[in-house]
């Protein structure tokens, strides 16, 4: 059974840094597209960013294009997502996603002083 | 405003049949294929439908999926109290060039 583990998340204050890593077993990343979607309390779905199963491409949000870094270490199994510059908006529950099919139970990131 | 569209709620009774529509342009759900997503109360989302019309495996056989043009739908006959959740649908944004959801709809089972 596919399994997505995300960790990472936290408390950071605004202008910080976060790395968040999604740990996957019974498949191998390297095969699928990944991506990660984050839920800020109460609200719906926006996707983040997402990665080919080539690794040749890189998507973002508008949101989060230029501060955000969508990347794998197939070695691990591991996807992960550098963030920076972080900003109150981007307090949200963040879901590792296999190919838009599979989802983690998600890590929940907040942005405060 | 989210470029892809929902009712932000729909409701039926058990045993109704129930549909959530979800509308888009030509750059969207008129070009690609879209996924739909149901999310429990305080759970992660679960795919429900993918490709339009297609089930995957374990997804009851109430569920079905269409798609005309720039609009799709997600239909639910037999309504069950377990059927009580948050839907989104997703597609890929070729102006936008990532996944767009919509703004999700709340079902309630009356």
């Known amino acids: 059974e596919v399994q997505l583990v995300e960790s990472g998340g936290g408390l950071v204050q605004p202008g910080g840094s976060l790395r968040l890593s999604c740990s996957a077993s019974?498949?191998?990343?390297?095969?699928?597209?990944m991506d990660w979607v984050r839920q800020a309390p109460g609200k719906g779905l926006e996707f983040v960013a997402a990665i080919t199963e080539n690794r040749g491409s890189t998507y973002y949000a508008d949101s989060v294009r230029g501060r955000f870094t969508i990347s794998t270490d197939n070695s691990r199994n591991t996807l992960y997502l550098q963030m920076s510059s972080l900003r109150p908006d981007d307090t949200a529950l963040y879901y590792c996603?296999?190919?838009?099919?599979?989802w983690g139970q998600g890590t929940l990131v907040t942005v405060s002083s | 405003q989210s470029v892809v569209t929902q009712p932000p709620s729909v409701s039926g009774t058990p045993g109704q049949r129930v549909t959530i529509s979800c509308f888009g342009s030509s750059s969207n759900i008129g070009k690609n294929a879209l996924n739909w997503y149901q999310q429990l109360p305080g759970a992660a989302p679960k795919l429900v439908m993918y490709?339009?019309?297609q089930r995957p495996l374990g997804v009851p056989d109430r569920f079905s999926g269409s798609k005309s043009g720039a609009s799709a739908s997600l239909a639910i006959s037999g309504l069950q109290s377990e059927d009580e959740a948050d839907y989104y649908c997703a597609v890929w944004d070729d102006s936008l060039d990532f996944v767009v959801f919509g703004g999700g709809t709340k079902l309630t089972v009356l």
């Open positions: 996603v296999q190919d838009m099919r599979n």
């Open positions: 490709r339009n019309d």
């Open positions: 019974a498949f191998s990343i390297s095969n699928y597209a």
